[in-house]
């Protein structure tokens, strides 16, 4: 077993020796919308896992899909030649999906906040179903309540009981 530490800047390797050579080495019009976005080794630094997106429809995927496994071998070999391991990890590649639910986060994203501005404009014009203030008390709205309004009587507190922190008696 590697370091993980290892297996992570050998990984950040192979991602850009593999763009690299997607560009520079691989002819085929077909991996020209290919972007490598990220790249995985496992601990023992056989495997490699590439993801990728490609720009454009369903049909340049598939296209890219096809032209990625047809250049696997040659993109290993150049992996091969640029890094310093004692075996070449096998490549694998696998669409990234990151975009797309992305994207579909920001698709729900917008549609709530479209839906909140709805909310908002058909509260600016809501009125209460009852009264607006539906605690009433008995007191008239202009009557000011003062401490002097309470009187001695009013407090119910005994004078020949000790009460205790606790709340005990």
């Known amino acids: 077993m590697a370091d993980p530490a290892r297996a992570a800047k050998l990984a950040q390797r192979i991602k850009v020796v593999v763009a690299e050579a997607l560009g520079r080495r691989i002819k085929d019009p077909r991996v020209e ?3 490598i976005t990220d790249a995985r080794v496992t601990n023992d630094l056989q495997h490699a896992t ?7 429809d369903e049909a340049a995927h598939s296209d890219a899909v096809r032209a990625l496994e047809k250049a696997k071998g040659v993109l290993r070999q150049e992996v091969g ?3 310093t ?7 694998e590649f696998v669409a990234d999906l990151i975009p797309v639910n992305a994207s579909n986060l920001e698709e729900l994203l917008r549609t709530a906040k479209q839906r909140d501005a709805e909310v908002a404009a058909l509260a600016a014009g809501a009125k209460h179903a009852g009264d607006a203030d539906p605690y009433k008390s008995d007191a008239p709205q202009d009557a000011d309540i003062d401490e ?3 009187d001695e009587e009013d407090i119910d507190l005994r004078a020949d009981e000790d ?5 005990g008696k």
């Open 50 to 56: 590439v993801y990728y997106t490609v720009f454009g």
């Open 33 to 35: 919308g290919i972007t």
């Open 81 to 83: 030649r640029n890094i």
């Open 85 to 91: 391991v004692r075996l070449t990890p096998t490549l």
């Open 148 to 150: 002097d309004d309470f």
């Open 163 to 167: 009460i205790d922190e606790d709340g």
